[in-house]
Structures are given as structure tokens and as C-alpha cells.
């Protein structure tokens, strides 16, 4: 199985590309929020999942959203 330098939970940071992990809001490398959240029903998950449509209305979410960019 690949992935053994990564443990269970880690994503890479959208921004700088830094290994993350589950228990981080932010990126400890570059402060990138890793909560991606649809501008149509404001439904927020993990950067982890790359959801290109929102699973909780079906907007396209474009996987990228900026910080603050959307309250
Ligand atoms: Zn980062
Ligand atoms: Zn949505």
C-alpha cells in the first residue's frame, strides 16, 4: 500500500502543497483555511475530499475557494 509516509488522515495543503492533517483548521505552513465552502448552500468540508460539485446541493464548487472569500 502506498502513502506510508503520510498517516491516516493527511491531505496536501491547496495552497503551498505542505502535508496536513486532520486536526488542522489552517495550514501550518502557509495558513491556507482547509475548509472549502459552497457558495450556494454554504455547506462546508474538508479540502481532503476535492469535491468538484457540492454533495449537499450539487453547485460546482471548483474545488478552490478563497480565504474569506465567501462569508
Ligand atoms: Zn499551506
Ligand atoms: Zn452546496
Redesign the pocket.
Known amino acids: 500500500m502506498p502513502g506510508s509516509a503520510e498517516s491516516k488522515g493527511s491531505f496536501r495543503c491547496p495552497r503551498c502543497g505542505e502535508c496536513t492533517w486532520g486536526d488542522l483548521n489552517f495550514c501550518q505552513a502557509c495558513g491556507q483555511d482547509l475548509y472549502v465552502e459552497?457558495p450556494?448552500?454554504a455547506?462546508t468540508w474538508r479540502f481532503m475530499y476535492e469535491y468538484v460539485y457540492?454533495p449537499?446541493?450539487g453547485?460546482k464548487t471548483g474545488q478552490k475557494v478563497e480565504k474569506g472569500g465567501f462569508q
Open positions: 459552497c450556494g448552500c455547506a457540492c449537499s446541493c453547485a
